[in-house]
Nanobody
Framework: QMQLVESGGGLVQAGGSLRLSCAAS????????MGWFRQAPGKEREIVGS????????YYADSVKGRFTISRDNAKNTVYLQMSSLTPEDTAVYYCAAALAGSFRVATTPDEYAHWGQGTQVTVSS
């Protein structure tokens, strides 16, 4: 059973930066597209970004484009989300997810992701 564990969440002031990590229990580089989603209170879960299994293609939601960067280290079976210029609107529980996809595909919808982490809370204060 694939397991994903997020870490790195916490409280940060507006304008600050934070890096989230997602550690997978099995090899991901040759098999999975990896994605980050977030869910704020009263809101639906939304895509933040995704990265193809070979790491060469990425996708970002318009709300985070230019501020967030997704990357992966397949040797460590770990995916990262570097967040900069944070605002209170970024406050949410952030989830890591894994999807089966082609080598260059970046899955962007929750239904495409078969495995999910437990989430990590990110709170941005003003």
């Amino acid at each position: 059973q694939m397991q994903l564990v997020e870490s790195g969440g916490g409280l940060v002031q507006a304008g600050g930066s934070l890096r989230l990590s997602c550690a997978a229990s099995e090899r991901t580089g040759s098999t999975y597209c990896m994605g980050w989603f977030r869910q704020a209170p009263g809101k639906e879960r939304e895509i933040v970004g995704s990265i193809s299994r070979n790491g060469v293609r990425t996708y970002y939601a318009d709300s985070v484009k230019g501020r967030f960067t997704i990357s992966r280290d397949n040797a460590k079976n770990t995916v990262y989300l570097q967040m900069s210029s944070l605002t209170p609107e970024d406050t949410a529980v952030y989830y890591c997810a894994a999807a089966l996809a082609g080598s260059f595909r970046v899955a962007t919808t929750p239904d495409e992701y078969a495995h999910w982490g437990q989430g990590t809370q990110v709170t941005v204060s003003s």
